[in-house]
């Protein structure tokens, strides 16, 4: 098409067994409508969805049976028609591995559809009605981290977008969910990208393809050039690089620009999507469907066929591997997501979410558990492959003895847990559970400070409360004793006068009192201050 | 169905320690062998001694710890540095003197620290340095090679001296060493000769001393296998063999006559094993990459400047134990500039 495009790369990174062979091949399968859906409440970053259904209510596909609660959330819709069967914690893909709220539905199998509206022309739209319909439509970024994408749609009025950037990299080992979409809806992906562009008034586009997935390349390339409006559209082939994936890195990649340390990509004027979100986006406003479907990876060689499904969000686990020919051999984990990031599940009643691209099934002995740990003795080969170019030896020994202000000078907080560094450690350390336990440490401490500054504060206002209110006594009483003094230098006092005295005497009390309440902190039960203050006290000299 | 839980990622390396350890070793063969060659068996007794002093501390010393015993043993650091410390003494140490070295390396140095990758230091460097201090006539007693003696000193004959101070028939370890050839260069300029003077004797091979130019040679070759390999990263030697020819350069520049040539300095004596082998001991070297060219320079210049100016012939070792000294310092403030923060 044009010359090849000058790319930058980042430091770091590690070639890794691809494993992509296995289904990369093979095209995708529609899966089964599951004999029930899980949905959780929480499938995106942010506050979780609130349920407007009840146990019993019929629901049609694709409405809404949860509605947003905050800026930061989403709309959740029913996958299928059926009923909900119930509203309670279930099993959910969590690093805890701890049940969540979820709603269950039961599907009556008949698939019926709610009204939809597509639209027509897009162009038509203004870009805050374009965010306004994929935020309804429920779409969050499908590569992993579950983003409102409505959100990074707005990147705020003083700042422009120079560049959007499809992200078709899809660099963890086994997954090829994103390359079989590119592969058999490029005409989705690139319209999705339309869309984006024109909510954003996005001046460049750019579609980035690691080199190993040719076929994907050329599928985005033909699609391309059969639209009308591809001008300034490029598709760009990356070297394969574990993370290229990372949207910081992508953007590196492509760009040269790094994104602040914790500033996000409309900082440098880039807004990243990726490939399957675009697609979702297409779905949504070309024909009216919020986000119930996605493409998943069932793979690993603990599964007997593996290949990628389309599967409905909710489906369990189970169903996904059940239709891909079942458990092959002794499995003993399960992972959802790509063996580097992936994080287990407690077992496989867990529900496919927006976010899910792989199930992994690893047979005994495919991904063995690391050999025990030894001490690190500094070879420096973490640093050597760290992406975002941090110690993490050092960081590692500064978290394993909880000395958390130094694990944050060394900057634990721009590491994106890519696990480049656990993979290449020689003495086996887990050192990317180091870095999670010590942020997890940082944040609770941060909580603590915080909860403690306020009842400090909580503290200091009753305390200048009840010294204004001893004072306002000090002054009535004065007052009063003025008076006194007044009507026996008076000679006799006239009871007229005295009774006039004493009723706005009343009302000055009243607005006395009604002053320091409105001062002080009401919600507060007064008895409960002095505890909250030593509690405060305590923790300040501790 | 219940499934087993465990934290990302899920795919690492099956190499371990063991093999980096090993592959140490395996790249000082050849210049053993060399050794061999020019200087008879010396070093492989000390070697062997070195290991077993090495492997009985550090299996005593775990096992009063509490630790255990057999997976730290494994990991083959305890043999890398009885192998090192056995290559960098003279080749007819009595065995006591190799025992009393390795000994203190492994219980000083490395178990009261807290054993592996917890010693600031050295313990290879340590354990010479004390034998260096504590005995000094031992510490310089070198063997000349062999084409230079005239005569072969056989296995059994290096055994017996090893192992009892005598090669036999009368024949004391005393009477066949000499000075080393730093040492000799190091007098000869303290009888003010000059360098070409000095190096006319026989002690001195083409560009380095006898015999251990091509020791160097083949530490040099193993070096660059161990970069090849991953196991080390070239910073620290880049940093030791390039400060050393640096200021070795600037002062035979000023003036040849006193001051032996860069090529000089790197052939002869430890600068090769010390750049390789010595220096990049990760645990108590530098970790940051320019971090690690600070500290392999500061290497480099200061064996010069103990080699030149100072007490003792060779200065690599008391170098290394300088900047492990200041390693951590060096790290704090030579951090890489981290993704997304401001350039520097």
């Avoid at chain 1, 707005?154 to 120079?162: A, I, R, S």
């Avoid at chain 2, 009393?100 to 354990?127: C, D, E, H, R, S």
């Avoid at chain 2, 260069?185 to 560009?207: C, N, Y």
């Amino acid at each position: 098409m044009t010359k090849p495009r000058k790319l930058w790369r980042f430091h770091g990174g590690l070639h890794l067994p691809e494993h992509k062979q296995e289904t990369c091949h093979q095209p995708s399968v529609k899966a089964r409508i599951p004999t029930r859906l899980i949905l959780p409440l929480q499938q995106h970053i942010g506050q979780p969805a609130e349920p407007v259904v009840k146990v019993g209510d019929q629901v049609l596909k694709g409405q809404v049976v949860a509605q947003p609660s905050g800026y930061v959330s989403v709309p959740i819709h029913a996958s299928t028609s059926g009923v909900v069967t119930a509203i309670g914690e279930f099993p959910v893909p969590h690093p805890s591995g701890l049940p969540a709220p979820c709603i269950v539905i039961e599907p009556d199998g008949k698939d019926e559809w709610t009204e939809r509206h597509p639209v027509a022309d897009y162009r038509q739209l203004a870009p805050a009605e374009v965010r306004n319909l994929i935020r309804a439509g429920g779409i969050v970024g499908m590569g992993g981290a579950g983003f409102p994408t409505f959100i990074k749609l707005d990147p705020g009025p003083d700042k422009t977008v120079e560049t959007l950037i499809l992200n078709g990299a899809e660099c963890e080992p086994y997954i090829t969910a994103d390359d079989r979409l590119m592969r058999e809806q490029p005409h989705e992906v690139i319209g999705g990208l339309m869309i984006l562009r024109h909510a954003l008034q996005a001046r460049e586009c750019l579609i980035g393809v690691e080199d190993n997935k040719p076929e994907a390349y050329a599928a985005l390339l033909e699609a391309l050039r059969a639209h009308p409006d591809g001008d300034g559209i490029q598709v760009v082939q990356i070297p394969t690089l574990y993370p290229t994936g990372g949207e910081k890195q992508l953007i590196k990649v492509l760009t040269g620009k790094e994104v602040p340390s914790r500033g996000l990509p409309s900082d440098v004027g880039v807004v990243c999507q990726n490939v399957a979100t675009a697609a979702a986006i297409y779905r949504c406003i070309t024909a009216g469907e919020p986000l119930i479907s996605r493409l998943v990876t069932v793979t690993g060689q603990g599964v007997a066929q593996p290949r990628n499904m389309e599967a409905l969000i909710g489906t369990p686990v189970r169903e996904l591997i059940e239709q891909c020919g079942g458990y092959a051999g002794e499995v003993e984990k399960l992972i959802m997501g790509g063996p580097m990031m992936g994080i287990t599940l407690p077992n496989d009643t867990v529900p496919i979410t927006k976010t899910t691209n792989c199930v992994l099934v690893p047979a005994r002995g495919e991904l063995p558990a690391p050999q025990p740990a030894t001490p690190c003795i500094r070879c420096g080969e973490c640093m050597r492959v760290c992406p975002t170019n941090l110690l993490p030896q050092q960081i590692y020994w500064h978290a394993r003895a909880k000395d958390f202000d130094k694990a944050q000078d060394y900057n634990l907080f721009d590491c994106i847990e890519c696990g480049c560094c656990a993979y290449v450690c020689q003495s086996h350390i887990p050192l990317v559970q180091y870095f999670r336990f010590a942020k997890t440490e940082i944040r609770a401490q941060e909580h603590e400070r915080k909860k403690a500054e306020l009842a400090r504060k909580r503290h200091e206002s009753r305390v200048e409360r009840l010294e204004r209110e001893k004072a306002e006594r000090a002054e009535r009483l004065r007052q009063k004793k003025e008076a006194a003094a007044a009507t026996t230098a008076g000679g006799a006092p006239d009871p007229k006068k005295a009774a006039i005295e004493a009723a706005m005497e009343r009302v000055r009390a009243k607005r006395a009192a009604a002053q320091a309440a409105a001062g002080g902190e009401t919600s507060n039960p007064a008895q409960q201050e002095p505890a909250a203050a030593e509690t405060a006290q305590a923790k300040e000299t501790g | 169905m219940l499934f087993r839980l465990s934290g990302s990622p899920h795919l690492n390396v099956p190499d371990g320690m063991p093999l980096v350890m090993r592959r140490v070793i395996y790249a000082l063969l050849p210049a053993i062998a060399v050794y061999v060659w020019f200087f008879s068996w010396g070093v492989v007794i000390n070697i062997l001694v070195a290991s077993v002093a090495a492997l009985a501390s550090e299996a005593l010393l775990l096992q009063a710890r509490g630790k255990p015993v057999r997976p730290a043993l494994a990991d083959g650091s305890a043999l890398v540095t009885a192998v090192l410390l056995g290559m960098a003494l003279p080749p007819l140490s009595p065995w006591w003197l190799t025992t009393v070295g390795t000994v203190f390396a492994i219980v000083v140095a490395k178990q009261l620290y807290g054993g592996l990758g917890y010693n600031p230091f050295n313990p290879a460097m340590v354990g010479y340095v004390v034998l260096l201090i504590s005995f000094p006539r031992e510490m310089t007693a070198w063997l000349p090679p062999r084409d230079l003696t005239g005569f072969d000193i056989t296995f059994m004959q290096t055994v017996s001296a090893i192992f009892t101070g005598s090669l036999g028939d009368g024949l004391t370890v005393d009477a066949v060493t000499s000075a080393s050839p730093l040492d000799t260069l190091r007098i000869g300029i303290g009888m003010a000769k000059t360098v070409d003077e000095v190096v006319l004797s026989p002690t001195f091979g083409s560009f380095g001393g006898k015999g251990w130019e091509w020791v160097d040679m083949a530490l040099l070759l193993g070096g660059l296998w161990m970069i090849y390999k991953r196991v080390i990263t070239w910073h620290i030697p880049a940093g030791v063999l390039g400060g050393l020819v640096l200021i070795a350069l600037i002062f035979h520049g000023i003036d040849p006559n006193r001051y032996a040539s860069p090529l000089f300095h790197l052939f002869s004596g430890a600068a090769m094993l010390g750049a390789f082998f010595i220096a990049t001991d990760p645990v108590s070297a530098c970790t940051t990459p320019r971090g690690r060219l600070i500290f392999g320079a500061g290497i480099g210049i200061l064996t010069y400047i103990i080699r030149t100016w100072g007490g003792y012939p060779d200065g690599v070792a008391f170098s290394v134990l300088l900047m492990n000294l200041a390693a951590p310092t060096i790290d704090y403030y030579t951090q890489p500039r981290v993704f997304g923060h401001g350039r520097s």
